[in-house]
Protein backbone atom coordinates (compact mmCIF):
# COMPACT_ATOMS: atom_id res chain seq x y z
CA UNK A 1 0.00 0.00 0.00
CA UNK A 2 1.38 3.53 -0.91
CA UNK A 3 0.71 6.69 0.53
CA UNK A 4 -0.99 9.54 -1.20
CA UNK A 5 1.77 11.85 -1.68
CA UNK A 6 0.28 14.27 0.81
CA UNK A 7 0.37 12.04 3.55
CA UNK A 8 3.93 10.58 3.08
CA UNK A 9 5.41 9.46 6.34
CA UNK A 10 8.36 11.41 7.79
CA UNK A 11 8.98 8.93 10.50
CA UNK A 12 10.03 5.78 8.62
CA UNK A 13 13.43 6.71 7.27
CA UNK A 14 14.54 7.13 10.42
CA UNK A 15 13.40 4.38 11.91
CA UNK A 16 15.91 1.98 13.03
CA UNK A 17 18.78 4.87 13.26
CA UNK A 18 16.77 7.41 15.52
CA UNK A 19 17.24 6.35 19.76
CA UNK A 20 18.62 3.92 19.94
CA UNK A 21 -3.21 -5.65 8.44
CA UNK A 22 -6.53 -6.37 8.51
CA UNK A 23 -7.97 -8.02 11.71
CA UNK A 24 -8.57 -11.83 10.76
CA UNK A 25 -12.18 -11.25 12.72
CA UNK A 26 -12.48 -7.45 11.72
CA UNK A 27 -11.40 -7.31 7.92
CA UNK A 28 -10.94 -3.70 8.50
CA UNK A 29 -8.86 -2.10 6.07
CA UNK A 30 -7.89 1.43 5.56
CA UNK A 31 -9.62 2.81 2.31
CA UNK A 32 -7.44 3.71 -0.13
CA UNK A 33 -7.37 7.50 -0.30
CA UNK A 34 -6.07 6.81 3.62
CA UNK A 35 -3.77 4.16 2.67
CA UNK A 36 -1.08 3.92 5.44
CA UNK A 37 -1.35 6.86 6.51
CA UNK A 38 -0.57 4.54 9.87
CA UNK A 39 2.74 5.50 8.24
CA UNK A 40 2.54 8.89 10.13
CA UNK A 41 2.92 6.62 13.33
CA UNK A 42 6.19 5.11 12.85
CA UNK A 43 8.06 6.18 16.00
CA UNK A 44 10.56 8.95 15.52
CA UNK A 45 11.82 8.36 19.29
CA UNK A 46 12.64 12.03 19.22
CA UNK A 47 11.29 13.48 22.99
CA UNK A 48 9.73 16.63 21.46
CA UNK A 49 9.34 20.00 23.94
CA UNK A 50 5.39 20.97 24.62
CA UNK A 51 4.28 24.09 24.25
CA UNK A 52 4.76 26.97 26.46
CA UNK A 53 1.46 28.08 26.23
CA UNK A 54 -0.67 26.25 29.15
CA UNK A 55 -2.08 23.43 26.89
CA UNK A 56 0.18 20.85 28.74
CA UNK A 57 0.80 19.65 32.05
CA UNK A 58 4.50 20.09 32.54
CA UNK A 59 4.43 19.19 35.97
CA UNK A 60 4.13 15.51 34.92
CA UNK A 61 7.36 14.06 35.25
CA UNK A 62 9.13 12.05 32.65
CA UNK A 63 9.70 8.03 34.43
CA UNK A 64 11.60 7.48 31.58
CA UNK A 65 13.97 10.61 31.99
CA UNK A 66 16.81 9.34 33.68
CA UNK A 67 20.53 8.80 33.49
CA UNK A 68 21.91 5.35 32.55
CA UNK A 69 25.38 3.86 32.41
CA UNK A 70 28.10 5.47 30.20
CA UNK A 71 29.16 1.87 29.20
CA UNK A 72 25.91 1.53 28.03
CA UNK A 73 25.28 4.66 26.06
CA UNK A 74 28.42 3.42 24.24
CA UNK A 75 26.66 0.40 23.43
CA UNK A 76 23.87 2.05 22.22
CA UNK A 77 26.19 3.78 20.12
CA UNK A 78 27.79 0.74 18.65
CA UNK A 79 24.32 -0.56 17.96
CA UNK A 80 23.69 2.23 15.44
CA UNK A 81 27.18 2.28 13.91
CA UNK A 82 25.96 -1.52 13.44
CA UNK A 83 22.87 -1.10 12.03
CA UNK A 84 24.17 0.81 9.20
CA UNK A 85 25.79 -2.13 7.84
CA UNK A 86 24.68 -5.17 9.56
CA UNK A 87 21.10 -5.70 11.16
CA UNK A 88 22.44 -9.66 12.32
CA UNK A 89 25.03 -7.41 14.76
CA UNK A 90 23.32 -4.86 15.88
CA UNK A 91 20.79 -7.71 17.37
CA UNK A 92 24.11 -9.61 18.39
CA UNK A 93 25.06 -6.50 20.45
CA UNK A 94 22.09 -5.91 22.32
CA UNK A 95 21.49 -9.24 23.51
CA UNK A 96 24.92 -8.84 25.08
CA UNK A 97 23.93 -5.79 26.18
CA UNK A 98 20.49 -6.77 27.42
CA UNK A 99 22.26 -9.68 28.86
CA UNK A 100 25.60 -7.27 30.87
CA UNK A 101 22.65 -4.83 31.78
CA UNK A 102 19.27 -7.01 32.94
CA UNK A 103 18.25 -3.98 34.88
CA UNK A 104 17.83 -1.99 32.10
CA UNK A 105 14.90 -2.08 29.63
CA UNK A 106 16.61 -0.02 26.96
CA UNK A 107 18.49 -3.07 24.70
CA UNK A 108 15.10 -4.56 24.57
CA UNK A 109 13.16 -2.33 23.86
CA UNK A 110 15.51 -1.46 20.72
CA UNK A 111 15.48 -5.15 20.19
CA UNK A 112 12.05 -5.19 19.38
CA UNK A 113 12.83 -2.15 17.07
CA UNK A 114 14.45 -4.17 15.09
CA UNK A 115 12.42 -7.02 14.99
CA UNK A 116 9.17 -4.18 14.60
CA UNK A 117 10.90 -2.98 11.27
CA UNK A 118 11.72 -6.56 9.65
CA UNK A 119 7.91 -7.55 10.34
CA UNK A 120 9.05 -10.60 13.05
CA UNK A 121 6.36 -9.11 15.26
CA UNK A 122 5.79 -12.26 17.34
CA UNK A 123 9.75 -12.16 17.87
CA UNK A 124 9.10 -8.10 19.16
CA UNK A 125 6.27 -8.72 21.24
CA UNK A 126 8.80 -10.96 22.87
CA UNK A 127 11.06 -8.57 23.57
CA UNK A 128 8.55 -6.08 23.93
CA UNK A 129 7.32 -8.41 27.25
CA UNK A 130 11.09 -8.63 28.47
CA UNK A 131 11.20 -4.81 28.25
CA UNK A 132 8.28 -4.27 30.53
CA UNK A 133 8.97 -7.09 33.14
CA UNK A 134 12.01 -5.09 33.52
CA UNK A 135 10.22 -1.64 33.72
CA UNK A 136 6.28 -1.57 33.51
CA UNK A 137 6.83 2.47 33.25
CA UNK A 138 8.37 1.90 29.80
CA UNK A 139 5.75 4.04 27.69
CA UNK A 140 7.72 3.66 24.88
CA UNK A 141 7.71 -0.04 24.83
CA UNK A 142 3.75 0.55 25.59
CA UNK A 143 3.39 2.73 22.29
CA UNK A 144 5.44 0.34 20.10
CA UNK A 145 3.65 -2.63 21.43
CA UNK A 146 0.75 -1.16 20.15
CA UNK A 147 1.91 -0.44 17.08
CA UNK A 148 3.10 -4.60 16.72
CA UNK A 149 -0.40 -5.18 17.71
CA UNK A 150 -1.40 -2.99 15.04
CA UNK A 151 -0.02 -4.75 12.74
CA UNK A 152 -0.90 -7.77 13.70
CA UNK A 153 -5.02 -6.63 13.42
CA UNK A 154 -5.06 -7.09 17.07
CA UNK A 155 -7.01 -3.31 17.19
CA UNK A 156 -8.40 -3.66 21.16
CA UNK A 157 -5.40 -4.65 22.73
CA UNK A 158 -3.54 -1.96 20.14
CA UNK A 159 -5.66 0.25 21.55
CA UNK A 160 -5.19 -0.73 25.31
CA UNK A 161 -1.38 -0.49 25.14
CA UNK A 162 -1.73 2.86 23.40
CA UNK A 163 -4.00 4.25 26.53
CA UNK A 164 -1.48 2.28 28.93
CA UNK A 165 1.25 4.61 27.60
CA UNK A 166 -0.73 7.61 27.81
CA UNK A 167 -1.60 7.20 31.57
CA UNK A 168 1.97 6.16 32.46
CA UNK A 169 3.26 9.72 30.29
CA UNK A 170 0.79 11.82 28.68
CA UNK A 171 3.04 14.49 27.35
CA UNK A 172 4.46 11.49 24.92
CA UNK A 173 3.10 13.03 21.53
CA UNK A 174 4.14 9.93 19.15
CA UNK A 175 1.51 7.83 21.28
CA UNK A 176 -1.05 10.54 20.75
CA UNK A 177 -0.65 10.18 16.80
CA UNK A 178 -0.44 6.37 16.91
CA UNK A 179 -3.81 5.87 18.99
CA UNK A 180 -5.78 8.71 16.67
CA UNK A 181 -4.72 6.90 13.53
CA UNK A 182 -5.66 3.52 15.08
CA UNK A 183 -9.04 5.01 15.79
CA UNK A 184 -9.35 6.91 12.40
CA UNK A 185 -8.73 4.01 10.07
CA UNK A 186 -8.88 0.92 12.02
CA UNK A 187 -11.05 1.84 14.54
CA UNK A 188 -13.46 4.09 12.83
CA UNK A 189 -13.71 5.82 15.55
CA UNK A 190 -13.97 9.79 14.65
CA UNK A 191 -14.09 10.99 18.21
CA UNK A 192 -11.26 9.16 19.77
CA UNK A 193 -9.31 10.47 16.61
CA UNK A 194 -10.26 13.80 16.90
CA UNK A 195 -9.10 14.35 20.90
CA UNK A 196 -5.52 12.35 19.75
CA UNK A 197 -4.78 14.06 16.86
CA UNK A 198 -5.60 17.53 18.49
CA UNK A 199 -3.46 16.58 21.80
CA UNK A 200 -0.69 15.18 19.34
CA UNK A 201 -0.55 18.85 17.82
CA UNK A 202 -0.89 20.54 21.06
CA UNK A 203 2.43 18.70 22.45
CA UNK A 204 4.53 19.23 19.68
CA UNK A 205 7.03 22.31 19.54
CA UNK A 206 6.81 23.12 15.76
CA UNK A 207 3.82 22.78 13.75
CA UNK A 208 2.72 19.83 11.70
CA UNK A 209 0.74 20.88 8.50
CA UNK A 210 0.25 17.18 7.70
CA UNK A 211 -1.54 16.41 11.03
CA UNK A 212 -3.25 19.55 11.25
CA UNK A 213 -5.25 18.78 7.84
CA UNK A 214 -6.15 15.63 8.98
CA UNK A 215 -7.86 17.15 11.80
CA UNK A 216 -9.41 19.11 9.79
CA UNK A 217 -10.83 16.65 7.07
CA UNK A 218 -11.36 14.51 10.26
CA UNK A 219 -13.81 16.87 11.75
CA UNK A 220 -15.41 17.97 8.28
CA UNK A 221 -16.12 13.69 7.94
CA UNK A 222 -17.50 14.10 11.26
CA UNK A 223 -19.71 16.70 10.76
CA UNK A 224 -18.11 18.93 13.48
Known amino acids: MLLPSKKISFF????LISVLSAC???DKKPLPEQAKKAEQAEINDKTQSSKPDGKVNESINDPMKREIPLELVKGYDEVVSALKSSQAKAIAKLIQLNTKFPKQSGPSYRLAKIYYETKEYDKALSSLENCLKIEQNNYYA???KGMVLREKGDFAKAKEAYLSSIKIYPNHPDTHINLGILADIYLYDLSLAQVHYQKYLDLLK????????WLIDLKRRAGN
Not at 12 to 15: A, G, R, Y
Open 24 to 26: STL
Open 142 to 144: LNL
Open 12 to 15: TTVF
Open 206 to 213: DEDKKVAG
